[in-house]
Every structure is written in structure tokens, then in C-alpha cells.
């Protein structure tokens, strides 16, 4: 098991920023996945970079607007979020996954942190 924290949520303006944190230990693993729930939605995939070579994907809803890096030395990915629209508004959710699949699909993911949230006021 990966125990996995997030850090870096708040309110923000439209149009403003946040950078989440997430910082990973335990058991080593192959991709790194920022995922998003608002209430009454389902969990989506935001982001996802892959530890080994850092290939990175984005949901189409964030693409231009958000970046996923990591810092290996640190065992920390981070999610740099700009021109917050209120619909990015949820709880931010990172997780660590296995090899193979959608990135995506939370299914592929085995530990999950504890959700930060972020607000976006228009």
C-alpha cells in the first residue's frame, strides 16, 4: 500500500490559481493520477503522469489550464491549476496506480489520498 497526502486546496476567483501537492511513501509505483469529485458527480480523471518517464495526460476540461509534475527526489507529484473556472470546483483526490489501463479509470488505482478541496467563486 502507498500512503499518499494532498496539500494545496482553497478558495480561489475565477480565473485564479492553486497548486495541490501530493507526497507518496510505502510501496513503489507506476503512475501518479489527480482525480476530482463535485457533489452529486462522479470521481473524474483530471491528470496523470507516469513515474518512469513522465508521459502525462490530461481530461480535455483542463487541458491548457492545469499541469501535472513531480519532483522524484521529493516523491512528490503536483497539479499546478490555472484560470480556475467555479466548475473545476471539487474535492481533489491523487492516487497512486499500476501498470496498465486507462489512466482515467480509478479502478487502476490501489491507494488513494485523503482529498483536498477546492472552491471557485465566480
Known amino acids: 500500500q502507498v500512503q499518499l497526502v494532498e496539500s494545496g486546496g482553497g478558495s480561489v476567483q475565477a480565473g485564479g490559481s492553486l497548486t495541490l501537492s501530493c507526497t507518496a511513501s510505502g510501496y513503489t509505483y507506476w503512475r501518479i493520477g489527480w482525480f476530482r469529485q463535485a457533489p452529486g458527480k462522479e470521481r473524474e480523471g483530471v491528470a496523470a503522469v507516469i513515474i518512469c518517464d513522465d508521459i502525462t495526460y490530461y481530461a480535455d476540461s483542463v487541458k491548457g489550464r492545469f499541469t501535472i509534475s513531480r519532483d522524484n527526489a521529493k516523491n512528490t507529484t503536483y497539479l499546478q491549476m490555472n484560470s480556475l473556472k467555479p466548475e473545476d470546483s471539487a474535492m481533489y483526490y491523487c492516487?497512486?496506480?499500476?501498470?496498465?489501463?486507462?489512466?482515467?479509470?480509478?479502478?487502476?488505482?490501489?491507494?488513494w489520498g485523503q482529498g483536498t478541496q477546492v472552491t471557485v467563486s465566480s
Open positions: 492516487a497512486a496506480g499500476v501498470f496498465g489501463g486507462s489512466w482515467s479509470n480509478p479502478l487502476i488505482y490501489h491507494s
